[in-house]
């Protein structure tokens, strides 16, 4: 753990991304724990972001305004609980969009999907509402003009993610893609002097930088987005852990084990020396895991609804974390609005 006795001061600004900017915001000055009470760090932001938020709302509104049963294409969002209550709400969940009758009405998940898939729902006839994150469309897009001005696209990123299947459909034959920075030493490039990077938007920070600098030794020309891939939500959650690490005895990430961003939240805190662990829900977590802790940090990734947060809350306090802080990095603002298709049907 690094250094526990310093105290994050009130001046201390922090990088954070909102309103699709970035800015330094000054961290809001809170109390490390050096008593002997047991305490709870609350991070925020913590849990769901605007593009999860506008996939829930996105399938809800459509089983109100068609009723039962609306098919969604892969999980909407990668979280169990989320798809659970869906589920009984009258989603049908598919793999992929031959479990779809032809005719009906389908809905594309927040991760987004290959061109292929699109041609596929036209061919069966299909009534789609797209609910992938306007961020996810925004690297879609970037690939796409790459690809088309003659570039090689290398796509840093987690391979079977469903965003990461979903980018490389756009640009098949001019793309290719790196997990780590091995991936990068045995890359070979059809034309090294052309050639443009984009990422996964629920990368770690960290390692991301680690990749995109090794590329840029062995591809000079290289060059990135204009803005950065890596989303709002995936960097305040990820600065906010690093935030309160050195305070921390132990991190608890609320999400599922197919959460990109859940699982960077995780290592963030283990690279900082932190013992951290990804739980569904409180069920999940080993009263072992408390023994000797004084000082636990919970948050939530971007697909974890907030009553799994306070239910595990409710778990500490049972087991005598009594005080509890809200650590705030940054009041995020960011909504985006429903898609088109969607609101033609409300108006
Ligand atoms: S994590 Fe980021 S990219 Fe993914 S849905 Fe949320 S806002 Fe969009």
């Keep these: 753990m690094l250094g526990i006795h310093r105290f994050w001061a009130a001046d201390r600004t922090v990088p954070c991304y909102n309103r699709n900017q970035y800015s330094f915001m000054p961290l809001k000055p809170f109390a490390p724990n050096h008593g002997a009470d047991k305490k709870i760090f609350l991070l925020k932001p913590r849990g769901f972001c605007a593009g999860v938020v506008r996939a829930i709302d996105v399938v809800k509104i459509a089983l109100d305004l068609y009723g ?3 098919y969604v294409r892969k999980e909407i969002v990668h979280n169990k609980h989320v798809v659970d209550e ?7 969940f598919v793999e992929e969009l031959e479990e779809v009758p032809t005719g009906a009405r389908a809905i594309f998940s927040a991760h987004g999907v290959a061109p292929s898939v699109r041609g596929q729902a036209k061919e069966r006839n299909l009534d789609i509402i797209d609910a992938t994150c306007p961020l996810v469309t925004k690297v879609h897009l970037e690939a796409v003009r790459f690809a088309r001005d003659g570039y090689t696209v290398v796509l840093i990123g987690h391979k079977d993610h469903d965003e990461v299947i979903g980018t490389l459909g756009e640009v098949p034959d001019s793309s290719y893609l790196v997990e780590t920075v091995d ?9 090294p002097t052309r050639v443009r990077y984009l990422t996964q938007t629920t990368l770690s920070l960290d390692e991301t930088r ?4 090794r590329l840029k030794q062995r591809f000079p020309m290289i060059q990135g987005p204009p803005a950065q891939d890596i989303c709002y939500a995936t960097e305040n959650r990820q600065m906010a852990v690093k935030a309160v690490s050195e305070f921390c005895d132990l991190l608890l990430v609320v999400g599922s084990q197919n959460s990109s961003n859940s699982k960077r939240l995780v290592e963030v805190a283990q690279n900082f020396g932190v013992c951290s662990y ?15 802790v004084k000082n636990v940090a919970v948050t939530a990734g971007a697909s974890a609804p907030e009553h799994l947060v306070a239910e595990l ?20 603002d960011v909504r985006f609005s429903l898609p088109a298709e969607l609101m033609i049907s409300i108006q």
Excluded: H, K
């Design 68 to 70: 039962p049963p609306v």
């Design 86 to 92: 869906l589920r009984e709400a009258g989603a049908i």
């Design 183 to 191: 991936d990068v030493n045995r890359l070979e490039l059809p034309d």
């Design 210 to 213: 680690e990749i995109v600098t």
């Design 278 to 292: 990804l739980v569904n829900d409180r069920s999940d977590v080993d009263p072992i895991w408390l023994d000797g």
């Design 313 to 332: 809350i409710e778990f500490l306090r049972e087991r005598g974390f009594r005080q509890m802080e809200e650590i705030e990095l940054v009041d995020e």
